[in-house]
């Protein structure tokens, strides 16, 4: 799906593609491919919240406001608190964060910029301490599948809208 807009001065100009919209076979593996990341995770014993940290962190640090905006709604909803949400760009100076998350977190950094080995080395030590071989290849599916799905919405540019106040 692609919008084209005018103004009275200027010549069309082409919106982004909505790749999801575009190539919807793509998009539904993509989404089959999340479900069974969080599947796997709640196998693994991972609950939701954790998920959803992930998926809020990997998606700051990547600058993807749409999936901000339903990820965080999704982490309310999963029982987290403002207080946790807000303070999770700089979740290693609180102790707000259980040792489960903070190795979660670290293994999810790791994966969204592997650039760094000797951070990579380091998140994959600690999440060794503390995670199940399960658990460890949950976050990274889960890691990888928010990674993707932050690409669609950049590149598709997918707005974000305020929600009405309740």
């Known amino acids: 799906m692609s919008d084209v807009t005018t103004?009275?001065?200027?010549?069309?100009?082409?919106?982004?593609?909505?790749?999801?919209?575009?190539?919807p076979e793509a998009y539904r593996?993509?989404?089959?491919?999340?479900?069974?990341?969080?599947?796997?995770?709640?196998?693994?014993?991972?609950d939701r919240r954790l998920v959803e940290l992930v998926n809020l962190r990997v998606s700051q640090i990547n600058g993807c406001a749409y999936c901000l905006n339903v990820h965080t709604r999704a982490a309310l909803q999963a029982g987290d608190t403002a207080q946790r949400l807000?303070?999770?760009?700089?979740w290693r100076d609180t102790e707000l964060f259980t040792p489960q998350e903070r190795a979660?977190?670290?293994?999810?950094?790791?994966?969204?910029?592997?650039?760094?080995?000797?951070?990579?080395e380091a998140a994959y030590a600690a999440a060794r301490q503390t995670l199940t071989d399960?658990?460890?290849s949950?976050?990274?599916?889960?890691?990888i599948a928010i990674n993707a799905f932050n690409r669609v919405s950049?590149?598709?540019?997918?707005?974000?809208?305020p929600i009405p106040a309740q």
């Open 154 to 161: 950049i590149l598709s540019k997918h707005p974000v809208r």
């Open 134 to 136: 399960d658990q460890i």
């Open 104 to 120: 979660a977190l670290a293994l999810a950094e790791a994966t969204t910029d592997p650039s760094d080995a000797v951070a990579q």
């Open 7 to 23: 103004d009275a001065t200027a010549a069309p100009v082409r919106q982004r593609v909505f790749i999801d919209k575009q190539s």
């Open 29 to 46: 593996a993509l989404r089959a491919t999340a479900e069974a990341a969080r599947a796997g995770a709640a196998e693994a014993g991972l």
């Open 86 to 90: 807000g303070t999770l760009p700089a």
């Open 138 to 143: 949950a976050v990274i599916w889960v890691a």
